[in-house]
Every structure is written in structure tokens, then in C-alpha cells.
């Protein structure tokens, strides 16, 4: 349940060496080195093509067809954040436009993720500010009900916690938990490190089936070749 | 972020007198005695009309297409529970049909409330076992894979903690916190107090306008009277 | 574009003896004879099966989340109405619950179509108030935005003048402009006329292919019969 | 790729014992029978709750807006058959209703599967014919366009011959394919044998965990439990 | 309800100077200088990214999977003008591809918004032809059913008249009614007015809660800051 | 009904003179030529704009969740080839991404069209090999269920058989049946002969009511026009 009204200006941030780390490996290879969890829905799509983050989360909570809150998160943002909006309902208005991107910017943040609409996206793509949003739409917002800022929220059916880590790409959001931010940073290097090998190989025409060895387990679950 | 392949077998429940006390209000009310916050989404229906469950929160993480943690979590009904299966990725397969059923019943569960698919609606809805899910299929799963019991769930968008209170009826499913039981039942009480009395005035042709002193914040508003 | 803050107390209502003579045909029926123009879309269902009305229309415009104006509409029934409430937005909110009912039915309303949610629908269909909507939902809304009363609105994708018919039933939902009742109702009749004859020739056996004679059509568009 | 404008007269039907038998187990069960495959979208709705049949195939290609080929196919029709209408496009308008229903079911029709609309769903409902659609609408349809009758279609996403069996009810639609009927009438009968054992027992309390012997591969697996 | 199979020659266009003039502000701040009323349903998506347009509304009502009446209203077209194609059911057909493309163009037509789908997009984004539509299809369509041209439509949800001035870009489509363009035209004006300012501000890192004075009412409201 | 755990080898592809040149049409063409049959959903869309091909299917079935079936497929991959990957039951995972699309276009692959999703996308945009997708998701898949590979298969509402041409674009996918590819390419040169004709008509301004004589039949079906 949601704490209402009430912001916590106080939060315990990922460290920055860590949270900075994750953004190279990109939302795919973060969520296998978490276990395949944490992975917002693929409703949540970015503005633009080709951004690629990652940053400490500020939350907010907002309610359907009002932003106001979204005022009151930017007061929180610290450079290397990434906010974080989820709703009390489901709603597709625009809360997010190219002036709360100025300010966001200025207070340093790397990114909104937001389980809503935005708009101005022609402003926010000459930006460059990143949003991965479930909708646009030029529909505005009221400024009438509080919500709460840096409580945790579920975003886009995610579980997110003020602190957390944030990795975003094309391919979608992931929340990394601080406390698992080192070992999934430790799995995801592991993992890329012999991507390289990998993708050399079968670039060269080897194949999955026996670079894996799969041949075998494929035998015994009962796969049968007809010619 | 979700802990994979463990089993919690102590949780702290609600008390009973609390859970078991807010089912006659229903969903409808139990929201807005929340504070209008804590809804599953409405995708969320019952499989056939009528039922009206309070219970204490037992949670199962699934992954799609695979129903084995259903049979884990069996073991930890206790009666007065309603069962809250969340899944790891969008889902609709049919999860639980009537011999899960027969167990959960028999093991004292009041209703099952999952963010998936259900079958044998028709025996269910004989055996009176009431089920809020999102999709009805009579597509099975597997048992291959380890989620978790009785850790904290995102469910149809709303967080669930082990021994929260769920109340769900033909308008949805709430999630009452642990914490928030006793007032809300308090604040639910309330609201109910007084509705009778405005439900005989209103039949009896009395306007909400008037009932509730409307016409002057309206007239404030700006509203304005054509003939 | 929506007029707000207006209510129009004075519409000219399509006669009675119309609006109610065009229930008994239902929404189907009353579709054709309109030349195929006019039905709401088919995400409009009925909260419970079987219920079958007309009436004359009177229309509310509400704004997400916010269903002030419900009571604003409410002083506005006549008997034999049947409100329309349109949304400027998309919203699956609980914006009418049984309070409410209670009101529009001791005015005389026949049934509510809204375009949006609406809750304790165990409680409506006891009082037997049928209400045609998108979506059922226990969240409630606030009353703070001002829409109007009885312009033209465009519900579910159709556009509803006050004063128009509504026929409701298990199909959907159809408006009749109130300049097209008349004719209306006479294709209808029409139409209606030899459905008996042509029911008693399908139940012997007769086919639609001799019946309507469209073997010959068929034959020219080229149907080839293969053994 | 489909065959337009022809009526195959002339189709290998699963013969009548099989094709009539595999009714009592219900879609969930056959399903499960055949391997998992051959389920129709859980789209595929009743109109109505607690029809359970089954029934050899002949199949019906229409366009979107058109049902002149619903006349074609009647023809077609033998005692005991299914109709299973696919479309070339999505479409949700009303392609049938109580007058095609009358005829259908003098025809001997014991079901229709559309991956479309229906309207008259009162009338269907008071004369028990079965309907599995994906949409109910008011909306007619014009006769005008040659598609074909008794061809293979892909009807809500499964493939489907003439003369298959198809297996409806409130979970879904299942296609058994001609050859694959008897080997699924002896699968569905096995699983179906040792059912009331297991629920007998589950019912007395026994954990699927202990019944199925999960505990020991649970372990395996990694599962953990924690007081 | 629709009038069929009319074409209304002479339609009254807002002045072009109105019309052209409110292109530059999208429809974002259109949307907002018309008091957030006028939108089309935000699942309208450009086909390209970074047109952005305005003009008046020719309209036309097309029925599902039949595109005759499109070049119908291409002898409508004015340069300057926005076709508005409506549909009498919901289609995502192709209705539209680059040989109507180059006849819209050659008549003076400035963009295309059409409630169902529309092909060719690779040539239309090489032609600079832009589209707003709810989906792409290579489906085609037949001509065989009468629309209207130059009647009021219902536009994936807004009302828009003939004349009327449609504001199109990447945030969506508004309609404004010809009596309302000259008052919009003025609030777009002053709202962006002092756009520049507001974000030379926020750039530099004042807070909208001081440049709006935000925390006095917020703090009234009751937010509660925590640390 | 799908057959499962199998591989065939051996398939009749079209031949590639046939295959290859039907890539230029493009998908709306060939779906004319074709007879308006044949095209995926229109939810299938491109990774990545501009991308035009066509080529052979190699098909496989795949579980929700499970790609193991993907480096199976990938042995029988020739040059020229095109994966259609269908699905058992509707999925949005990400099913293939940079390393598994390494593979398939060092066997020779041009592209894959899966009713699933993938992840990946700014590589796979990066290396040029193009996806016609359902969805974009960072969630992995595990490898554990047996699927089947070079089967007829229903992808996205199209039945596929291995060695049919696909044919893909901006547009959408269709599917061309093996002995359809001579007649379909023959309609499509011959479709798109006269359209730079046309082309040049439409753009010095003539209009398709005149160049196709439609407005006598437009006349006779009773089109009216109003000044």
C-alpha cells in the first residue's frame, strides 16, 4: 500500500560506481545476471532509439491526470539519478513535457521512466533527454493531488525502490535492488565476457547445437531428424 | 526484486477478527477506506458472479507456463487464507483447475486470486471455490521451475505482502496491508455507518446536489444553468 | 470541441411514444433499420445479461477520475431517460456505484451508459438498474473538475445528442437521432414483420440459399461446388 | 494461403463415436491429451456459461463485414457437425444471429466457433445453441463477397480441416485433428481414469507435493525453506 | 448518426491565416490553449517522425475494408487542407498507399489522419506525405460501399466538422472547431509566450515549486516533507 | 495440430528466381497479387525501418519461454532462407537476440519473423539483420521443451508451410504458398507495371474518379452531391 503525501528526502543511493556500471551491459544482459527478474513490461518503450542508461532511482507516485508531484520529485533529483514514475491507475496522459525535462536535466537527471504518456517528444528527442514512457499523447495535467515522492512503487508491474538501479535501452527498463547491484554487476560482467568469444565463433558457422553441446540433452528429451 | 526458490513458512497473518471482518464491506469500499489505493487492476474478474472473500494473503511467485510452486504453496494454507499467485512475465495459461482446487479447499483457502489464466471454471464454480484471474484457458503448464512462497508479490499492479488482508469481490481485488487492517475496518465502518440513511433520501427523491451542499463549491467552480 | 461548465436544463426529448416503442426490437434490429450507423462500440457490455431498454437520452460529459458532474446530471433525468456519459478522456474508473443508482432511479432513469467503469455491480443487479459500460472497477473518483451537462458528446465512439433515442440490450448499445426515431421504428416494424415466416421456413429445414435466392448471385460471383 | 470461392461437398468426417465421445472430457483435458496443442486463443469466449460439446468440423472462410458464405456453409451441414468460421481479417461485427442459429441448428449444427462477433446473444441463448466467439456486436454485415466452405483455416490462431473434432466449453475451444482423435479419446480416458482417486484424496488433505512425489525433484532443484 | 452516400461540396474552411498560423505550436499547446478538449485518442501515431502540420478538415466516412469514398473526397481537397477519414466500425486495414498519397499532394492536401491503417509507409515517408493512423497493414481494401464527404465524423473519438483546423505532430492530432481557432490561436500565443523564460529558469536550475509557487499550496494540501 | 519434437530435414523450397524476386514488390503488392490472402497480423512489426526482403521459410515451433528449438533451427538454414518462428501459445519474451541472429546470418539467413518478441534490438539494427516482431522484450528464455522444426505452422494468424516465400517490408509479412510463387509474381510485375502511369497522372492532378471511371458506378449506387 502506498504511503500518501509524504516525501523522503532522504534516501540510501546505489553507489555511483556501481549504478554508473551497469548502463554498458544494457537491460538484457542485466536482467540474466539478475536471475531473469526485475524487468518492467515491454509496454515501456523509449521515445527514442539508440539511449542507453542507467542511474540511481528517485520515485514518485503519481495519480491519473495530474503531475503535480512530478514538480515536487525534481527538488530530490541528484546528478546520476534516473525518476522513476509509477500511478495509482492506469492513465495515458501526457505528465512530462520539454519544460519539466529542462528542469530534470538541470537537477542532473539521466532519464524518466514512466508508466504513463509524455509529450513534447520532438523537444525531448533534440534534448536528448531519454524517457521510456507506455504512451504519448499531447493530453495535459491538472496540479491538484498530492502523491508521494522516494517510496517504493510498483512501476509497469516492477517493484522498485528509492535507490535502486535503473538500466534502460531499447530493449526495455530493469530495477537492479541496491543490495544487488554488486553481484549483478559481478554476473553481468562474467556473462559479456565470453560474448565476444562466443559471437566470433559463430560467426564463423559454428553452430549453437555443438558450441553449447546441445546435441545430446536435444537427443535425450526425444528430438527426432527426418529426412 | 524478486528472491528465487525459497519458501517462507512463518509469516506474521493479520488476525483473523480483522481479516475475517472486512469482507462484508467489499472491494468498492475497502478502496476508498484505503485511501484509494492498494486495487489489483481490473483485468482482474471473478470467474463466476456473486462471491464476496476477506482472507489473509498467502503468495506464490510463478513463471509462466509453469504451475509448480501451485503445489508448494498448498502445503502453506491455512484456513482463512486467500492464495495470491503473481507471475514473473505476462502469462495467460490455464494454472489451476478443480483437483488444485480440492486441495486448496480442502486445506482451508477461501479463494485464489491470480495474475494469469485458470480451467475447469465449470467445476469450480460448483465446488464454489471463487477465483479472481485475468484470463480463462484451458492451456496447462509445466512443473519445471522454482519460484518462491510467502515473499513479497507484485500482483495485477499491486504490491502483496504475506498476510496482508485480501477483500475481493464482483468489483475486484484490494490488498489491505497488515498494518492498515484496523484502521481501515474503523474508516470502512464509518463510511458504511451513514450510507443507509443517504440511500433513503436518495430513493426518496432527494438530489446528491443537495444531500452533499454541492451547488455552491459548483456554482464556485464556475458552473453555469442554460435553459 | 466540448462547451464546459454548462448545463442545459431545456432538450427536446424524441417523443415517447418512439423511445419506448423502439426497446422490444433491440439494439441488432434497431441497427439495420438505421441503415447500419449509430452503435456504440462492442467494448460496451452489459453488467448483467437479459436487461433490454430504451429511452430518451440525457448526456454528461466527465472528465478522468472525477464524477462531480454525475450528480450535476442526476437533477436533470426525466422518466424514460437513459443518461449517457461520455468521457474526455480514457479512464476504466468506478465513476457510479449503487448510491447513485439509487438517485438516477428514483428520477425515473432507465439505465446508465458510460463509457468508463462503474462499481457495486452486485448491488446494481439486485436493484435491477442496468448500466451498459467498458469496464467494471471497485476505484472510486473525486469530485472536483467541472464537465457539462446535455451537449452533444461522442461516447464509445458515437456521437449522442440530448433527446436522442438509446436502445440497450445484450448486443450492445445503438443511438437513434431523434429526427430518425420515427423512420426508424417504421423499418423496424418492417423488418420485424416476416422474421416468424422466416424463422418457421428455417427451422423446417429451408435454406437462406433458396430461401433468399441466392443461389444464382452466388453462382455469378464465381462459386465453384467441388465434390 | 486460401482457396477462394469454393464449397468442398464432399470431406472425411472423424467418425461419429470418437468425434461425439471426446465431449465429456471438456477442452482442458483434451488439450492436455493431445500433447498441449491445437487450443484456439483464450479469446474464444461462450456466449453463454455451461455448454460442453463436440462435433466434426466444416469450416467456413469469411471477410471481414460479409457473411454471405454463413448461407453457403448450412448447406453443408450434417447432424453432429461444428461449424468453424475463420476470418481473412480481424473484424468483431455480428455475423450471426437467430435466424442463421434457427437453420443451423435444423441443419443439425451443434456449435458454432467464429473468430468474430454474434449478435442476438438472447435469442441464442433462450434456444441453447452454443457459441464460441471472440466479440459480441450489433453490427450486421452485407453479403457480397465469395470466400469458401470446408477449406483448412486458421480460426483464433489454430489450424483447423474439415472433419476434425473440435472440443468446446467455458475454458475454450480445442481442434483435434481426424488421425489424431482416437489416440487422444485413449489419452484423455487414462488421464481422466485415476482423477477421481486423486481428487478423493486431495480432498482428504494429501499435498499434491506428497500424492506426486515433488518433494524429493523440489530439493533438487533448490528449493529452500526457511522459517 | 451519419448521413450516407452524400458529398457536401461547399464546406466553410477557417481562415487559412487561422488555420496555418497554429502549425507552429503543436498540438500539445493547442490541446491546452482549447482548455484540454479536441483530442483524438492517442493510439493516432505519425508514420514518420518530426512532421508537423496544420490545416482544415475535409472529412470522410469510410466503411470497414472499402476505401472507394477516398477518392471521392480527393476532388474535395483544397491546398491547405487535412483529410479526416473516419470509419462506420473499427478497421486496420491498408486504406491508403502512395498512388492516393500523390493524388492528395497534387490536390494541395497537407496530411492524411485516418482512424484504421495505411500501407505504402516507405514511400509516403519518402514522398514526405505524412499520416497520422491508428495501424499499418499491406491489407488492401475493395470499392464497393457509398461514405459521405464533408459530413461531421467521429474521429478516433473527437467530433471534427468539416472546416474545422486540425493541428497534427508527434504528440498527436487536435481538432479545433472553426469558431474556436481565432481564441486558441490568441491562448496558444500568450501560453508560449513566456515559454522561453520559463525555461531559461528551469535551466538554470530554479524549481518549478518556486517559479510556480508551488509550496504553499502543496504544504496546505498537506505533503509532509520526511527525512 | 502441431507435431512435436521433429525436425525435417529435407524440404521443397521454392526455387530461389521465384523467391528472390518478389522481395521489390513489397508486401502490399504481393498481397494483391495474391488475392488479398496470405498476410500476418498487422501487430507484426519491423525492428527497424526500410528493411525489404524476401526468401524461403525454414519454420519452428516454439514453446512460451523457451527457445531451445531456435539453435535447431538454425542448422537447417540455407542462404536465401527466412526463420518463421510461430509459437504454441501467445509469449512476448525476447526469444532471439545479437549472438543466436550471428548465427543465423552466418548460415545464410536474411531474416526472422516471429510472433514472439526479441531483444537486441540496437545490435541486431546495428548488424542489419532485420526482425518482423510481435513485441521487444529484454526477458530471456530458458532451453528445455522440445518444439519442432520445418512444420507447417499458423505464425501470427497465417499459415506457413516450409519453403513458402515470405515477403516483407514496412508494411507487414505475407506469405506466399510455394505454388503460388510463379502466378503472384506474374500478377505482381504486371500490377505494378502501369502504376508509374498512373503515378504521373495523379501527379499532374488527374483524378482516380476519372483515370479509373468511377463515377458512373459511384452514380448508380447513388451518391449524391450537395453544394
Same mark, same amino acid.
Given at each position: 500500500m502506498y504511503e500518501l +503525501? &509524504? &516525501?523522503?528526502?532522504t534516501i540510501t543511493r546505489t553507489p555511483a560506481h556501481l549504478a554508473d556500471a551497469?548502463?554498458?551491459? %544494457?537491460s538484457a544482459t542485466v536482467h540474466e545476471a539478475m536471475g531473469r527478474v526485475g524487468l518492467l513490461k515491454?509496454?515501456?518503450?523509449?521515445?527514442? +532509439? %539508440?539511449a542507453q542508461v542507467s542511474g540511481t532511482a528517485v520515485t514518485v507516485l503519481l495519480h491519473p491526470g495530474d503531475n503535480w508531484m512530478m514538480h515536487v520529485v525534481a527538488e530530490q533529483i541528484r546528478p546520476g539519478d534516473v525518476v522513476v514514475a509509477a500511478l495509482s491507475a492506469e492513465c495515458s496522459d501526457g505528465f512530462f513535457g520539454d519544460l519539466l525535462a529542462t528542469s530534470f536535466q538541470a537537477r542532473g537527471a539521466r532519464a524518466l521512466v514512466i508508466d504513463a504518456g509524455v509529450r513534447d517528444v520532438k523537444a525531448l528527442t533534440e534534448m536528448r533527454f531519454p524517457v521510456w514512457s507506455k504512451a504519448i499523447s499531447a493530453k495535459g495535467t491538472i496540479k491538484a493531488t498530492l502523491g508521494s515522492v522516494n517510496i517504493p512503487v510498483v512501476c509497469a508491474g516492477a517493484l522498485v525502490h528509492p535507490g535502486d538501479v535503473i538500466v534502460a535501452d531499447d530493449d526495455g527498463v530493469v530495477c537492479v535492488p541496491r543490495a544487488m547491484a554488486e553481484p549483478t554487476l559481478d554476473a553481468a560482467t562474467k556473462r559479456e565476457a565470453n560474448e565476444g568469444e562466443k559471437r566470433a565463433k559463430l560467426a564463423a558457422g559454428v553452430l549453437g547445437l555443438d558450441m553449447y553441446g546441445m546435441r545430446e540433452p536435444l537427443a535425450k528429451a526425444g528430438l527426432r531428424y527426418v529426412d
Open positions: +503525501g &509524504v &516525501v523522503h528526502r551497469l548502463a554498458r551491459f %544494457g515491454p509496454s515501456m518503450r523509449p521515445i527514442y +532509439g %539508440g
